[in-house]
C-alpha cells in the first residue's frame, strides 16, 4: 500500500483533524526526520492552509480539536497540541490544552516549532547573511571549519542537507558532512 492509501484506511478517508471529506491530502509534520505513516497525516485544505499561514488562522474552525487530539497517532497529536498552542489566547483552546496529554518524546517533538511562544521567547537561527533558518533547510558552508574530535575539514562550499535546529541555542544547527553529524554554528553557513 502506498502512503496515502495507509492514511486514507487510517482515517476512514477523512481529514483527520476536522473530518472533512473534502481535497483531503498528505501533510507531513515540520519538522520531521521519520515521514512516513507516523510523521503524517491525512487533512483537507483548509487545515493545511490554516497550519502553514499562521495569519489566515479562524479559531472556530479549531474548535474540532476537542475529538482530534484524542487520536492515538502522534502526528495528529503534535498538530492539536501546536494549533491548540497557537490559539490559546483565545480561552478555550488553553481548557483543552490543559486536558492534553502528550508522551515526553511526542511533547519534545510538538515543541520544536515554538509554536505557543511569545515572539520574544522564540530562539531564532539565522545564517550569516541574517536569513531564518528553519529544520529541514539546506545550507552552504561559507569557511573551511575543523571539526573537533577528528581530522575533518568541512570545507567551504560543502553542501549541508536537512538541518535540525539547536532549540537553546540561536547560534548552533546540526548536520551531515559526509557520513559524519556534526555542531555547525550560524555564522558560518548560507542558507541555499
Not at 478517508?13 to 509534520?29: A, F, Q, R
Not at 497540541?81 to 483543552?96: A, F, H, N, V, Y
Request: proline share 2%.
Amino acid at each position: 500500500m502506498s502512503l496515502l492509501e495507509d492514511l486514507q484506511a487510517r482515517s476512514g478517508n477523512k481529514c483527520e483533524i476536522c473530518t472533512s471529506k473534502d481535497s483531503l491530502s498528505i501533510y507531513e509534520v515540520k519538522p520531521t526526520s521519520t515521514g512516513g505513516l507516523d510523521g503524517s497525516l491525512l487533512a483537507c485544505e483548509t487545515c493545511v492552509g490554516q497550519i502553514d499561514n499562521p495569519d489566515t488562522t479562524d479559531a472556530n474552525h479549531w474548535r474540532c480539536l476537542n475529538d482530534s487530539m484524542w487520536s492515538e497517532y502522534q502526528a495528529v497529536q503534535v498538530v492539536a497540541w501546536r494549533m491548540l498552542s497557537r490559539l490559546k489566547s483565545e480561552g478555550w483552546p488553553q481548557d483543552l490544552l490543559d486536558m492534553l496529554y502528550l508522551e515526553d518524546d511526542v511533547l519534545r517533538f510538538a515543541k520544536v516549532t515554538g509554536e505557543g511562544l511569545d515572539e520574544s521567547e522564540k530562539i531564532i537561527h539565522r545564517d550569516v547573511n541574517g536569513t531564518i533558518l528553519q529544520a529541514g533547510d539546506s545550507v552552504v558552508l561559507v569557511k573551511d571549519l575543523k571539526v573537533k574530535g577528528s581530522s575533518l575539514v568541512a570545507k567551504q562550499g560543502t553542501a549541508v542537507r536537512r538541518i535540525s535546529l539547536d532549540q537553546d541555542n540561536a547560534e548552533f544547527i546540526e548536520g551531515k558532512v559526509g557520513p559524519t553529524q556534526i555542531v555547525i554554528i550560524t555564522k558560518y553557513v548560507k542558507k541555499l
